[in-house]
């Protein structure tokens, strides 16, 4: 047990102390906040405020549920975003050598594989906290709408999201063998990871069978869910300004804190039964294929 | 007593042979040398032996068990390339290291300084590893891989693109460590008269061992000695009878051994004023042995 934390924290350390990656790892999230709120933020009140047309909202709901969307819609993206950059370490090891160093030692290979998904798993989480953390001075700032349930549940999404995105990069990263191979792979989860979970887009504006194709990937069902609880509390006190139910509901369809599986409303129970299913499925990839690995050698 | 014994060592990629039935076995303290080119096999026996690859077939014994995880406990290995963390301090990589062994707290206080005390790493151990020059590095390499105090030192073409003083340091640190704790020292090289120094040398071509002997039993056998003369006239030499050549300022005599050289001089004393006699190297007894010039490696 000794030697396994040993391990976890040499790979946290070898990634914070890395500057090169820690430094834009942590920047990123923040950029991308700025980023949502400077040329999304406008294009998410005026659609809030279209739903409501006919009926008078304050400013300060607005806001808060624009802030809603856009911190769940970072802290989704960056669960996995972040989950790739820190697996980094296990390929860097595989290239520099590093991992054979520990395979002389006493250590076994599924310990040295386990390290590697847990320190991902905290480097991970300690950054997309860092980023909620961000969010939440933002929210505070502009209307703070969330009961202390929705903030635990929040902050239970994350810890889910990231063990979901921890487990997709470890199954990913057991397979690439170079930076190069690292950096392409990361950019193209960066460009394509937030639309196909339903993040930069609400699925409800998408066309049917796009929207169908999307809600098998598991990664959609973590982001209704951050959706629905950063969000939820601020549509739900959109009745207190005698906003109708039907109303409220239609807004939270629309902006997917409730999620429809052809027509069929998902379960929130649902949501979390697929999102730890599918993580524990992936992590099953993950030691089925680092077996074989070390049968082929 | 045998630190390393290997039988009918086979290890098979597919239809490819990389070691292909090799025996040999490497007493307690000597400093034994595995010479071979490029793709001989000698890598993947040290990968077989370290526990880093699973043999075909074959049976390995370490310090007189059969080969397990354990064994790995009594082996230190130093890789070609360093593979230590280079953002972090030689300090917090060898702490690392060590707890893979289970070395921990006032042990490890106590071995890092005896490792300080022999390698003069006291300048450098806040250092990170990647700011250390070559010849710090390779310390801080020899450190990590004598951190739990192995029997057996495994030094995988340790001195591969190192300047000659850096070289000349790395094996003043190895021959001393030999000396005052009587370590076995397993060595890969390209270098030829690293081999020269070594107790014992096996050479290895196609995965197959082409020969198993001390440095001079080899040279006796595959090298011819030679007898450098200088201040004589080609006619002179022509009327010995034996082969010779231009060398430098003087002529080079080849004859088969000392025996031959010496009847040589005693019977034509006239011509032997200014000469000298030089055993033949391990580069010839390679050439002899693999058809492969030294230089090729």
């Known amino acids: ?297 | 007593m045998k630190s390393i014994e290997i039988r009918h060592l086979k290890k098979y990629y597919g239809a490819i042979k990389a070691v292909d039935d090799i025996s040999f076995s490497v007493s307690e303290g000597e400093f034994f040398a595995f010479l071979g080119v490029n793709g001989a096999g000698k890598s993947t026996t040290i990968s077989v032996l370290c526990g880093r690859q699973e043999k075909t077939d074959g049976q390995i014994w370490i310090g007189g068990k059969e080969q397990s995880d354990e064994m790995k406990r009594i082996l230190g290995v130093v890789f070609q390339d360093s593979v230590l963390d280079k953002s972090l301090t030689v300090r917090e990589n060898l702490a690392c290291r060590a707890a893979l062994y289970g070395i921990g707290g006032e042990m490890f206080t106590r071995r890092l300084s005896e490792l300080t005390e022999t390698l003069s790493l006291g300048d450098i151990l806040k250092r990170p590893v990647g700011k250390l020059s070559g010849g710090q590095r390779r310390r801080v390499d020899l450190a990590r891989a004598l951190v739990h105090s192995p029997r057996i030192l495994i030094l995988d073409e340790p001195t591969t693109g190192l300047d000659p003083n850096t070289r000349r340091q790395v094996w003043s640190v190895v021959h001393a460590l030999r000396k005052s704790q009587h370590i076995t020292v397993f060595l890969t090289t390209h270098y030829m008269e690293e081999a020269a120094d070594a107790d014992h040398v096996v050479i290895l071509d196609g995965g197959k061992i082409k020969a198993d002997d001390t440095p001079l039993n080899l040279k006796n056998r595959y090298a011819f000695d030679a007898i450098t003369l200088y201040h004589v006239g080609e006619k002179a030499l022509q009327n010995l009878s034996v082969p010779y050549e231009r060398a430098g300022e003087g002529w080079r005599i080849r004859v088969e051994n000392t025996a031959q050289a010496t009847e040589l001089i005693v019977k034509n004393p006239q011509l032997f004023s200014d000469y000298e006699v030089t055993k033949g190297g391990m580069d010839e007894v390679f050439l002899a042995v693999t058809g492969k010039r030294a230089e090729a490696l």
Request: aromatic share 12%; glycine share 10%; with cysteine.
């Open chain 1, 1 to 297: 047990m000794k030697c396994f934390w040993a391990l976890v924290g040499r790979n946290c350390k070898v990634f914070f102390k890395d500057k090169g990656v820690f430094l834009p790892s942590l920047i990123s999230p923040l950029i991308l906040l700025f980023l949502f709120i400077a040329f999304l933020g406008n294009v998410y009140r005026d659609s809030i405020r279209s739903v409501v047309a006919g009926f008078e909202i304050s400013e300060g709901l607005v806001e808060s549920i624009a802030s809603g969307w856009l911190v769940s819609s970072l802290i989704s993206v960056c669960a996995v975003t972040i989950a790739f950059t820190a697996g980094t370490v296990m390929v860097q090891d595989r290239v520099t050598g590093a991992r054979d160093d520990f395979l002389v030692s006493p250590v076994s290979s599924g310990t040295l594989s386990l390290s590697y998904f847990v320190s991902t798993y905290i480097v991970t989480a300690t950054m997309c906290f860092f980023a909620l953390g961000a969010g939440f001075i933002y929210m505070v700032a502009v209307g703070w709408h969330l009961s202390f349930a929705e903030f635990v549940l929040t902050v239970a999404d994350t810890l889910l999201l990231v063990l979901f995105g921890t487990a997709l990069s470890s199954l990913v990263c057991g397979f690439l063998k170079s930076q190069g191979a690292v950096t392409a792979v990361e950019a193209t989860v960066s460009a394509a990871y937030g639309f196909l979970c339903g993040a930069y887009m609400p699925l409800s504006q998408l066309t049917e069978w796009l929207k169908n194709i999307l809600m098998f990937f598991p990664g959609t069902y973590g982001t209704g869910l951050m959706h629905l609880h950063l969000m939820g509390g601020a549509i739900d006190a959109m009745a207190e300004e005698g906003i109708p139910p039907a109303m409220i509901a239609g807004m939270k369809e629309g902006f997917d804190c409730t999620l429809q599986f052809f027509s069929s409303e998902v379960p929130v129970w649902t949501c979390y039964a697929v999102l730890a299913g599918a993580g524990a499925i992936v992590l099953g990839l993950c030691i089925v294929f680092n077996l074989k690995r070390k049968r082929k050698e």
